[in-house]
């Protein structure tokens, strides 16, 4: 960070300080700002008083508040305030900016019928918006100021709505196990709304897409607002993790702030973690007054071990004072109550759904390199190798530590001497490793593919003859499930995560090292390793089941 950028940082937390401060004054009845451009005129309005210049004072204090555009990110509606909306609409998939400035209108007024379809289709009204919508211009808005309210329509329902949080819908398992989820609520999709931070997907806007359509969206816009002692105990709690009460309320108060300038305008009723990552969302969750659930996907022990990717303290509070701790198996209580320190007995288990179907349609489809795909073969070499009659091995995961690449290509080298007519294809998305995994897999003399951001391995799955999972730790390793779906047998290390999973299914277990990983090779090739054939559709009608029962929609 520069001196430019850090100069910037404090001049915001000054002001963001300074408007918190004026929050606690009352309103000055009788009174409007104009917000942005308008053509609203105060002629006829003789007990308003009209102000045009954007303060902090006036953000704070004005009665009526009338905009076109969006109101800045710190700016948090107080009770008593009312805010007049003229929304122009512009097509962009980054709306939750000027959605948030939508929800927290008590009027939204429309020059015509086409407009306001729009605006309510595109920025994702229908349902939530609690206030009014009415066609008409800078004359109903005078009528409003003059306390003659004008007739317009309501698109509110009312309804239990639980907010998921999705991630940025990276391609791998957590979005996976998501896009499942989903796919068995479609029917029930005006209850759940689904919320990510929007900068996190600015660069990769097609990853919205992954959402059904079925599902609202209700974005985190904007950065997280700061006065000068929280953000003081910011550093202190996150970055250098010293911890004390005053330090943990001013971070309470933050998100707690937080929470309410993102979906104050929204009715949540219960508010899922879905991802289990990312400190500032999981705290924020964790201070919403509602039913709070946060999901354990992983090892989170070996997460903060190996990845050091987690702050320990967030986790330890999260675990003893969410609702519930969805664990997606049971391998996984052992390492939460380790962090946890408590006696769990808000831990329940809740299996991912798999949406064994488009497992199966996605296999059927061609083989494809995306632009951002890296590989050290063509498309048509891999296609080549997949049409020949060798002994073919996969694994697929992200290239990172946890996933054990190095000591499968050791393993597979090895098995290789005795077994030359055979080939192992590694597939990952993102991950930090790939550049050293490559150079240490063409040191081998054993044959390797490695594919990096493939949007569909199904294909290439489906055409290989054994799935092997050499981790060494796991939440549960959905793709043993995408395997097993399209009669591949699988084997796996024996680990937290699919040890449950592969014991309940018959499935095998190997040591979690590379004896135990070529000896589960050498199984393969000597017939002891079959599918296991799971019902998928009973799996997943439990599946969901224990997802509606945490969510009180039983």
Not at 432 to 454: G, W
Not at 493 to 501: L, Q, V, Y
């Amino acid at each position: 960070m520069n001196l430019r950028s850090i100069s910037v940082l404090l001049k915001s937390i000054f002001l963001q300080s300074r408007y918190q401060r004026m929050l606690k004054k009352e309103i000055n009845k009788e009174t409007a700002l104009l917000y942005g451009e308008s053509d609203i005129s105060n002629d006829c309005l003789k007990n308003i008083t009209i102000f045009k210049k954007m303060s902090l004072k006036n953000l704070s204090s004005c009665e009526f508040i009338i905009t076109s555009g969006v109101l800045p990110d710190f700016f948090i509606k107080k009770d008593g305030q009312k805010i007049i909306c003229l929304p122009k609409y512009e097509s962009s998939v980054f709306f939750g900016k000027m959605q948030r400035t939508l929800l927290m209108s008590d009027y939204i007024i429309c020059p015509d019928c086409k407009t306001e379809a729009e605006i309510i289709k595109n920025f994702q009204l229908n349902g939530i918006y609690k206030g009014t919508v009415i066609n008409g211009g800078s004359e109903t808005v005078n009528k409003i100021l003059s306390g003659n309210n004008p007739k317009g329509k309501s698109i509110y329902k009312n309804a239990k709505r639980t907010l998921i949080y999705s991630g940025s819908l990276a391609q791998n398992g957590l979005t996976a196990s998501l896009m499942s989820l989903l796919s068995g609520l479609k029917n029930l999709s005006d209850n759940f709304y689904i919320t990510y931070r929007e900068e996190s997907v600015r660069k990769t806007p097609d990853n919205l897409k992954k959402i059904p359509n079925e599902f609202h969206c209700i974005p985190m816009s904007g950065k997280t607002q700061y006065t000068i002692s929280e953000f003081l105990c910011y550093i202190l709690y996150f970055k250098l993790n010293i911890s004390n009460r005053f330090i943990e309320n001013r971070i309470d108060r933050l998100y707690k702030r937080e929470w309410k300038r993102l979906f104050g305008s929204t009715d949540v009723s219960c508010a899922i973690q879905f991802t289990g990552y990312e400190y500032g969302v999981i705290n924020m969750f964790r201070c919403f007054e509602g039913k709070r659930i946060i999901y354990v996907h992983n090892n989170m022990t070996e997460e903060i071990n190996l990845r050091k990717n987690q702050h320990y303290k967030t986790l330890q509070k999260a675990y003893r004072e969410y609702d519930t701790v969805a664990l997606v198996t049971e391998d996984m209580r052992r390492s939460a109550l380790e962090i946890s320190g408590g006696n769990g007995e808000n831990f329940t288990v809740v299996p991912n759904c798999h949406n064994y179907e488009r497992v199966l349609e996605k296999s059927r489809m061609p083989i494809e390199f995306q632009q951002e795909t890296e590989s050290n073969v063509t498309l048509e070499q891999l296609q080549d190798l997949l049409a020949s009659e060798k002994l073919k091995f996969i694994t697929i995961g992200r290239f990172s530590a946890e996933k054990a690449h190095i000591r499968l290509i050791d393993a597979f080298e090895e098995f290789y001497k005795s077994h030359s007519e055979s080939c192992l294809i590694i597939i990952g998305g993102r991950g930090e490793l790939y550049e050293e995994t490559l150079k240490y897999a063409e040191s081998c003399k054993a044959e390797i593919i490695l594919i990096k951001s493939m949007e569909n391995p199904m294909p290439v799955l489906n055409k290989c003859d054994l799935f092997m999972l050499p981790s060494r730790y796991e939440g549960l390793g959905l793709v043993l499930l995408e395997a097993d779906t399209l009669g591949i047998p699988v084997f796996a290390t024996d680990i937290d995560g699919p040890r449950g999973f592969m014991k309940e299914h018959g499935g095998l277990l190997v040591p979690d090292d590379i004896e135990g990983i070529l000896s589960g090779m050498n199984m393969f090739v000597n017939g002891k390793i079959k599918p296991m054939n799971v019902d998928y559709a009973q799996y997943n009608e439990d599946a969901l089941n224990r997802f509606m029962e945490i969510c009180n929609l039983k």
